[in-house]
T-cell receptor, first 113, second 113 residues
Framework: SAVISQKPSRDICQRGTSLTIQCQVD?????MFWYRQQPGQSLTLIAT?????????ESGFVIDKFPISRPNLTFSTLTVSNMSPEDSSIYLC??????????FGPGTRLTVL | QKEVEQNSGPLSVPEGAIASLNCTYS??????FFWYRQYSGKSPELIMF????GDKEDGRFTAQLNKASQYVSLLIRDSQPSDSATYLC?????????????FGQGTRLTINP
């Protein structure tokens, strides 16, 4: 497995502002993912972030709203832009190890007022 | 639409009994199957993976896979109150040319002392 950290662990933000979430892993990985988990719901994939290429976004998620950076094989950021209360959620990064196994960071709990 | 279906529960099991969690999936070509445990307020933790038809045992946990029936299950023997959590079934599927992990809605399990 891998040791994954996320910053911040939680935040309360005002409508219209932006928040950047950082994800750091203790080993080099090719595939990193960003998910959203709304209260009582399962995980929804936002995008796949591979080092050296543009992130690939899932249906319903766009780069202007959720820009992603992947500057190296151990780090990625997700920005939630121009936030509204509907963006209140837990945001999770994950990394893929062998055989499609994914391991998750501790998550960032975001509340937008 | 490629889907993973789980009974959302809640599933209530007495301490010491066997808890049985079930999952069906729509993509007949799927080859990798995962069970995650998620405690309230925490991120998902990978507890089992299975790739071949049949049973795979790890301690008190047994994963069962039947690709012909597109069915995967998780058995927890000698259930403990600490097993109370939401269990997420995840299936690796090929969607629009990329391998993606598709999650079920999760089954909330409660072990009663």
């Amino acid at each position: 497995s891998a040791v994954i950290s996320q910053k911040p662990s939680r935040d309360i933000c005002q409508r219209g502002t932006s928040l950047t979430i950082q994800c750091q892993v203790d080993s080099q990985v090719t595939m990193m993912f960003w998910y959203r988990q709304q209260p009582g719901q399962s995980l929804t994939l936002i995008a796949t972030a591979n080092q050296g290429s543009e992130a690939t976004y899932e249906s319903g998620f766009v780069i202007d709203k959720f820009p992603i950076s992947r500057p190296n094989l151990t780090f990625s950021t997700l920005t939630v832009s121009n936030m509204s209360p509907e963006d209140s959620s837990i945001y999770l990064c994950s990394v893929e190890m062998r055989d499609y196994e994914q391991f998750f960071g501790p998550g960032t709990r975001l509340t937008v007022l | 639409q490629k889907e993973v279906e789980q009974n959302s529960g809640p599933l209530s099991v007495p301490e010491g009994a066997i808890a049985s969690l079930n999952c069906t999936y729509s993509d007949r070509g799927s080859q990798s199957f995962f069970w995650y445990r998620q405690y309230s307020g925490k991120s998902p933790e990978l507890i089992m993976f299975i790739y071949s038809n049949g049973d795979k045992e790890d301690g008190r946990f047994t994963a069962q896979l039947n690709k012909a029936s597109q069915y995967v299950s998780l058995l927890i023997r000698d259930s403990q109150p600490s097993d109370s959590a939401t269990y997420l079934c995840a299936v690796n599927m090929r969607i629009q040319g990329a391998q993606k992990l598709v999650f079920g809605q999760g089954t909330r399990l409660t072990i009663n002392p």
